[in-house]
């Protein structure tokens, strides 16, 4: 079965620091694993994925998550936080394989603070 | 680009009487996924669809919750009769297949609808 951890319930960190929410998988199978920020009262958005190829993948608003096979690992990290990225961030994996559904970690909050 | 589009935003009605949340997907999308956001469990998949038939319902959570997709523009979700644990936000989202299927296409999420049960 597949599914998907954030150990942290909340991370802090201040502005101009890097940042780095952790996430850890589980599939029996290769993975699809995404990233989503949920600002309050929005629904989730979309800021990058790993499908295959680089492990190293880029997404939006300067972020990027690191896929680690060895460690079933997908942390996103930036390396200069925004007081603006505060925000809930969901990490999300699913099989390579049809009919899967996508699951979601429990969510992440980011408070950057100036 | 209109993005999936959710209303109403807000609902708020008492125990017992039914609820009707709404949502249109984007256009050309052939997946639509019903989630619920609680702070106790957090996101959860209600149901999802793939050209208008429902594929995996199996995260509904009672007979109450019934979810239609009667063309590719639109889907509703209901609850009859609601309850107090009822109360959730409730999320829509849609993504499109390609050649080789939409596990790696990203779903692209409405705004919610906030729905209190009192």
């Known amino acids: 079965a597949q599914s998907v951890a954030q150990p942290e319930d909340q991370v802090n960190v201040a502005e101009g620091n890097p940042l780095t929410v952790k996430c850890t998988y589980s599939?029996?199978?290769?993975?699809?694993l995404f990233w989503y920020v949920q600002y309050p009262n929005r629904g989730l958005q979309f800021l990058l994925k790993y499908i295959t190829g680089d492990n190293l993948v880029k997404g939006s608003y300067g972020f990027e998550a690191e896929f680690n096979k060895s460690q079933t690992s997908f942390h996103l990290k930036k390396p200069s936080a925004l007081v603006s990225d505060s925000a809930l961030y969901f990490c999300a994996v699913r099989e390579n394989q049809a009919g899967t559904a996508l699951i979601f970690g429990k969510g992440t909050t980011l408070s950057v603070s100036s | 680009d209109a993005g999936v589009i959710q209303s109403p935003r807000h609902e708020v009605t008492e125990m017992g009487q039914e609820v009707t949340l709404r949502c249109k997907p984007i256009?050309?999308?052939?997946?639509l996924f019903w989630y619920r956001q609680t702070m106790m469990r957090g996101l959860e998949l209600l149901i999802y669809?793939?050209?208008?038939?429902?594929?995996?319902d199996s995260g509904m959570p009672e007979d109450r919750f019934s979810a239609k997709m009667p063309n590719a523009s639109f889907s509703t979700l209901k609850i009859q009769p609601s309850e107090p644990r009822d109360s959730a936000v409730y999320f829509c989202a849609s993504s499109e297949s390609v050649r080789r299927g939409y596990s790696n296409q990203p779903q692209h999420f409405g705004d919610g609808t906030r729905l209190s049960i009192l």
């Open positions: 256009s050309g999308h052939d997946y």
């Open positions: 599939v029996s199978g290769n993975p699809y």
């Open positions: 669809f793939n050209n208008n038939v429902p594929i995996d």
